[in-house]
């Protein structure tokens, strides 16, 4: 019986691992949120780096995280790099593109925990006085990322992130908007 269970163990993990090494290798994440403002106000607050602490989930994570800025204060080449806790590692983002009110896209790379380089989108879509905002990030899993996909459901964890995200936004640019002015005198 344990001459059984010792060949077993070795067996799993063989089929643990051609399994993993089976699954896709590209990922995407997407989540959306409407957010209570038009398309130039939000685009505003995710098109400068400067204003992500408000809003960010992953500051909220570790508030004493090392930040640092480079290039113009927002647009093409505004960068980011950050450096914390275990919860949010070490990386740098850089916007790509930025098409004002219509979208964003940002190289971002992890250092630590895991390497990687992603490509991390925002659109906006007005509908009405508000916009629909999709934020997206894609990439390429490493064989690690592909066996940490198996033992955690990667979009779960990080698309709850998101959508933490979009609520803070919404959040911030609700709190930033005017008074409703239709009161009469």
């Known amino acids: 019986m344990l001459k059984l ?37 939000v685009f505003e607050q995710v098109n400068d780096f400067h204003k992500w602490n408000d809003w960010s989930p992953w500051a909220k994570m570790d508030p004493n ?13 505004a960068g980011f790099a950050w450096a914390g806790n275990s919860q949010v590692g070490e990386g740098n983002m850089k916007i790509t593109e930025s098409r004002p009110s219509d979208l964003i896209l940002i190289r971002l790379e ?6 990687g380089v992603n490509t991390t989108e925002f659109t906006f879509k007005p509908e009405g006085d508000k916009t629909a905002v999709t934020w997206t990030m894609t ?28 609520n803070n936004l919404n959040a911030i640019v609700a709190a930033k908007r005017p008074a409703d002015s239709t009161a009469r005198l």
């Open 5 to 41: 269970i010792l060949l077993a163990i070795p067996a799993l993990l063989v089929v643990f691992l051609v399994v993993a090494a089976l699954q896709p290798t590209d990922f995407r994440i997407s989540r959306s949120g409407t957010i209570a403002a038009p398309p130039p106000v």
């Open 65 to 77: 995280a090392k930040n640092s800025f480079e290039g113009p204060q927002s647009g093409v080449g």
């Open 110 to 115: 992890f250092i630590k925990p895991f390497a």
């Open 139 to 166: 990439g390429k899993n490493s064989f690690m990322g592909k066996v940490m996909g198996l033992i955690m459901n990667c979009d779960k964890m990080i698309g709850g992130q998101f959508e933490k995200g979009l």
